[in-house]
């Protein structure tokens, strides 16, 4: 089993910036892509950004330029930096990872959610 923890969510202003994690711990060989999604109320879940085992990045046309996404392979974690906030990233982010585990069996996983909130 895998556990992913979330951390980083909050209240900001417009403007503002806010830094996500996401931390991966139990059965793991690797780690292949992770990536950060999205759901607003109301509104389907998105992918906001997701990144390779590589490192190579992939955005939503509306974070690009203002969030950035990494990883610590060592830590098996991964970061969502946002800058710039806008009143409509206002939403519950969620972390998606998929791992290989000790049996070489490949699950993705979801962490439980963090809030953000963009006030005006």
């Known amino acids: 089993q895998v556990q992913l923890v979330e951390s980083g969510g909050g209240l900001v202003q417009v403007g503002g910036s806010l830094r996500l994690s996401c931390a991966a711990s139990g059965s793991i060989f690797s780690i292949n892509s992770m990536g950060w999604y999205r759901q607003a109320p109301g509104k389907q879940r998105e992918l906001v950004a997701g990144i390779t085992s590589g490192g190579s990045t992939d955005y939503a046309d509306s974070v690009k330029g203002r969030f950035t996404i990494s990883r610590d392979n060592a830590q098996n974690t991964m970061y969502l930096e946002m800058n710039s906030l806008k009143s409509e990233d206002t939403a519950v982010y969620y972390c998606?990872?998929?791992?290989?585990?000790?049996?070489?069996?490949?699950?993705?996983?979801w962490g439980q959610g963090t809030q953000v909130t963009v006030s005006s």
């Open positions: 998606n990872v998929e791992v290989m585990n000790w049996s070489r069996y490949r699950i993705t996983y």
